[in-house]
């Protein structure tokens, strides 16, 4: 397979295909496996085959890019796009793209490397295609400078040495040019100066060093770079002014690295430029994230209005005026906060005790949640009095065997003096943030260990799927009573709400839309704070969730010849609970009246098939869940025909302005069904039927996958008809499929061909417009002009004489002037010999073409023969001026090109509007062209044999004279 250009398809390769596929061979068709071309649309900047003749599709920055993937094989396949970067696989727009045409609006640069078009259809083995597109680019460059003074001579003096260093990032990798001024600067005619290529950069850069700086050196100076133009990228360039003053920047911080503040303060930080020429420019950036929406930069200082939690993270102001290094300050902000305040309660661990005891020791302990954690202070209360080390009673300000910024009291060799209400309260100094306090009431009767355990019948929840539950463990003794902590007890799954564990204050788990998903064992336990910290409490509730069977088909078309056996099987696949409560039969909509059936796994209706049974079947199952069904439409009725959409473009008819088309399809499954007869076939133009018929296959029967064709004729260019086909058998007639038939101008690439491009596809037979003319060729019909158009002034309608038909034409109104131009290129031809039989010349070929030149302004319409070689030569084969007549003519000539070849055909805008120019049915064939009436003359440009068609009087004219001057 090779990928080819849109207007690059092989005519002559198709043809031979499907005459192979319509053979009597019954291997063909259904067996072929799916092909695949890729094609591209728009206009791109160049389309050419590298080294391993991969097809490279270059596209500038920002353009859109289309891709198409021209399938064949029957049943039609399915088309899947993926790309990969490089040798690594890129994730392309999330999934794949499932369609013939991907699309892709403003594609970017990361958005290049090579595309994979995927056909499938089941059959043989499936076919990959692959495209590489080429993003080009060209950013604006960065210029940076770097100075550096070293001594000479032990300090007598000191030489400056200049480093401009340009970068810039770009696809094709671009030149570079350096200028002092206006003026080029040239390496090998100064000898102050260095140009060169550093190592290990990023992007590509050129450096101009200036050594032992001179005077004549402090000037501007400009690096531009320079693509070339290609994909018409236009060159881009930095000035930078260097003076005996250009320094780099530098900055100095009005606050602290780490500054600290509560919430609702405002906060101005604020980097003042010390130094650097030309003047800096300051920044300021954030991490993570972007600067808060309330953040106001106003030159170097940056203003946050009543900050918040979400304002904290690390800021950074950055001064830069391209000399040296930038400047850099950062401040990391902290926004004081404190939540969730815990404390815990730890009888004598040594003593592995779960009670307080007299005489043993007891510590609680103090936890919140801060910002900043190391700034929080914890003081101690007993009944209200502030609590000091003591014998009994010590404080520890971080307890080393709980969570970092845990304080601790403890109780030593507890005794009655010691029973009492302890508190704890948790503030930052000096700040406005308000204090948090937990009270804790130690006594024998009101610190106890917890009992949890689910109530009565509550190890196992049943719910129905959709519905809300609960699941419910209790703390049924203990104080202080602790929260309730949920979990899965299969670790490696999440609770429903997406985390790892849930806590619930009073042990009630909810759940809502319960899911089979959701069904297992939960584990409930008690948490080790705010109460006693011991050894967990657990138990476990099963959730058991109820759903109604799940049954296998969900939907069946099933098709049987009359009077034969049918059999219908719906499978249970899963079910819970597993006891079905019931199972019925319905054909219709009514009950079917049968034995008690087995209720097992698999559920069977069998009965013979006949004209009076065709309808539709249902299976309901049920539990005590509820009831699913298995449908099945059953019926003798054929399945649909399904057409193969690789038919050629239609064979024009030369009589009037006609087209015929060969419709091909397959039937699927023909034998399961009774025997085919025939099809009908409806063709409609705007929703009338223009014909009714039936198609007589004479007795022979359609087989699987062979293709069966009818020819639909008198149908009128350009216009779209739908056609409907029906199979038919002795007893019905199958649904209709149908599809759209149009007009489509076969392709006339790599070889002409000896059609006719009248420009009724959109893709206007590949023909292109040049880039480097100043507007292009429009192509229109009469149903598409603009009614304000100017009168007397191009054609009405295309050559044939249809409303609907198109022509392409040049549009001299404003903004057009004098002398513009507009090109409409051919495909490229490539001429596969060079010389003709037995060496006779280079191989001709016919131009033939209608142009239309109506109108008292008419420019002037040149035909150009355009040959590849090493560059593209142009030469005039065809030319015409000034007014014309109303009326469209032909003309024709011969080319002999010497490589391969493209036609241009250029209009040049006369000396006011009423100048438009049409031409229309454009072929290029092999060989000399045939004379009509008119005879023609011979005009030799260059090496190739043009010829003029002259009229018949000119003739006569010449001959008379002729035959005067030998008298």
């Avoid at 002999?896 to 493209?902: E, H, L, T």
Wanted: proline share 7%; hydrophobic share 35%.
């Amino acid at each position: 397979m090779e990928a080819v250009h849109p207007v690059a398809m092989r005519w002559p390769a198709v043809i031979q295909a499907l005459e192979k596929l319509t053979k009597p061979d019954k291997g063909m068709g259904c067996n072929a496996p799916a092909n695949a071309q890729i094609v591209h649309s728009g206009a791109a900047c160049n389309v050419k085959e590298d080294n391993i003749s991969e097809r490279i599709y270059t596209i500038k920055e920002g353009d859109t890019l289309v891709l198409q993937c021209i399938v064949k094989g029957h049943p039609r396949p399915q088309v899947r796009w993926t790309k990969t970067a490089g040798s690594a696989s890129d994730k392309f727009q999330e999934t794949s793209i499932y369609n013939e045409t991907l699309r892709i609006e403003g594609i970017q640069r990361v958005q290049g490397g090579r595309y994979y078009c995927k056909a499938d259809n089941g059959v043989g083995g499936g076919c990959i295609k692959s495209i590489r597109v080429d993003a080009q680019y060209l950013d604006t460059p960065v210029l940076t400078v770097h100075q550096t003074i070293s001594d000479v001579r032990g300090s007598y003096y000191q030489e400056k040495t200049v480093f401009l260093r340009c970068t810039v990032n770009s696809n094709p990798p671009a030149r570079f040019i350096w200028k002092r001024g206006n003026t080029p600067i040239e390496q090998s005619k100064d000898n102050g100066v260095d140009i060169y290529e550093p190592l290990y950069t990023q992007g590509e850069t050129k450096v101009l060093k200036l050594k032992n700086l001179r005077p004549k050196d402090f000037a501007n100076y400009t690096c531009q770079v320079s693509v070339r133009n290609v994909c018409n990228i236009e060159d881009k360039s930095v000035t930078f002014r260097l003076t005996n003053a250009t320094s780099p920047p530098a900055l100095r911080l009005s606050v602290n690295e780490t500054l600290v503040v509560d919430p609702g303060r405002d906060v101005t930080l604020t980097c003042e430029v010390t130094a650097g020429f030309p003047p800096p420019t300051v920044t300021w950036s954030r991490y993570p994230g972007s600067l808060p929406l309330s953040a106001q930069v106003r030159g170097g200082s940056l203003m946050l209005r009543a900050v918040t939690p979400g304002d904290a993270g690390f800021y950074n102001c950055t001064a830069v005026n391209n000399v040296g290094n930038p400047a850099r300050r950062n401040v990391n902000l902290i926004v004081r906060t404190m939540t969730n305040l815990t404390f815990q309660i730890t009888p004598d661990s040594n003593k592995d005790s779960e009670t307080i005891q007299m005489g043993r020791d007891l510590k609680l302990s103090c936890h919140v949640d801060a910002t900043p954690q190391d700034k929080v202070n914890y003081t101690w209360y007993k009944n209200g009095a502030p609590v000091y080390n003591s014998e009994s009673l010590i404080l520890l300000r971080s307890d080393p065997d709980m969570a970092p910024g845990t304080s601790s009291l403890e109780i030593v060799d507890m005794k009655f003096r010691d029973l009492a209400t302890y508190s704890c309260v948790a503030y930052f100094p000096g700040s406005r943030v308000p204090e948090l306090r937990v009270d804790v009431n130690i006594s024998q009767n009101s610190v106890t260990p917890p009992v949890l355990a689910p109530p009565a019948g509550g190890n196992m929840v049943s719910v129905r799927e959709g519905g809300s539950t609960e699941l419910v463990c209790l703390v049924v003794d203990g104080k202080p009573r602790p929260p309730v902590l949920w979990s899965r007890t299969d670790k490696e799954m999440l609770m429903p709400s997406g985390k790892a564990m849930v806590e619930t204050r009073d042990g009630h788990l909810r759940l809502t839309n319960v899911t089979r998903e959701m069904m297992g064992f939960y584990r409930c336990q008690t948490a080790p704070y705010n109460g006693l910290n011991i050894k967990r409490r657990e138990a476990q509730v099963q959730l058991v969730v109820q759903y109604a069977p799940i049954l296998d088909p969900v939907f069946q078309d099933m098709r049987s010849r009359n009077y034969q056996i049918v059999t219908l099987s719906c499978v249970v696949l899963r079910v819970n609970p597993s006891r079905l409560t019931s199972v019925r039969w319905f054909r219709n909509g009514e009950l079917i009246l049968m034995p008690p059936i087995d209720l097992k796994e698999t559920l069977e209706l069998k009965f013979k098939l006949d004209p009076t049974n065709n309808g539709s079947y249902e299976c309901q199952v049920s539990n005590v869940a509820g009831t699913s069904t298995c449908k099945f439409n059953v019926s003798a009725r054929p399945y649909n025909a399904e057409f193969y959409y690789d038919t050629p473009n239609p064979i024009r008819i030369l009589k009037g302005n006609n087209y015929s088309y060969n419709l091909q399809w397959t039937q699927k499954d023909p034998e399961a069904t009774d025997h085919i007869m025939g099809y009908w076939i409806n063709v409609r133009k705007n929703k009338q039927n223009i014909l009714s018929k039936q198609i007589n296959l004479k007795g022979v029967e359609p087989v699987k996958g062979v293709l069966m064709s009818h020819v639909v004729s008198d149908l009128r260019i350009p216009l779209a008809y739908e056609v409907r086909l029906a199979p038919i058998t002795t007893y019905s007639t199958g649904d209709y499929i149908s599809r759209i038939i149009q007009y489509s101008e076969p392709y006339t690439y790599p070889r002409p061909s000896d059609h006719v491009c009248g420009f009724e596809d959109e893709r206007i037979c590949g023909f292109s417009q040049d880039r480097s003319d100043v507007f292009d060729w429009t192509r229109q019909n009469h149903l598409t002009q603009n009614p304000k158009r100017s009168a007397n002034t191009g054609p009405e309608m295309d050559r044939s004489g249809t409303k609907e038909g198109y022509y392409m034409y040049i549009e001299a109104s404003r903004p057009r002037i004098p002398g513009d131009k507009a090109r409409l290129l051919s495909p490229l031809f490539n001429v596969t010999s060079v010389r003709g039989p037995k060496g006779s010349g280079r191989v001709p070929y016919c131009v033939s073409f209608y142009y239309h030149m109506k109108g008292k302004s008419i420019g002037t319409l040149n035909v150009l023969l355009r040959v590849r070689s090493i560059a593209s030569v142009d030469s005039v084969a065809w030319t015409r001026s000034g007014h014309q007549g109303s009326e469209w003519k032909k003309a024709f000539f011969d080319i002999s090109p010497g490589g391969p070849f493209q036609i241009v055909f250029e209009g040049i805008r006369g000396p006011s509007f009423e100048g438009d120019i049409a031409i229309d049915d454009v072929s290029i064939t092999k060989g000399k062209c045939k004379q009509e009436s008119s005879v023609a003359s011979t005009v030799l440009i260059g090496e190739s044999l043009m010829l003029h068609p002259l009229p018949l009087t000119s003739w006569l004219t010449f001959a008379l004279c002729c035959f005067l001057i030998y008298r």
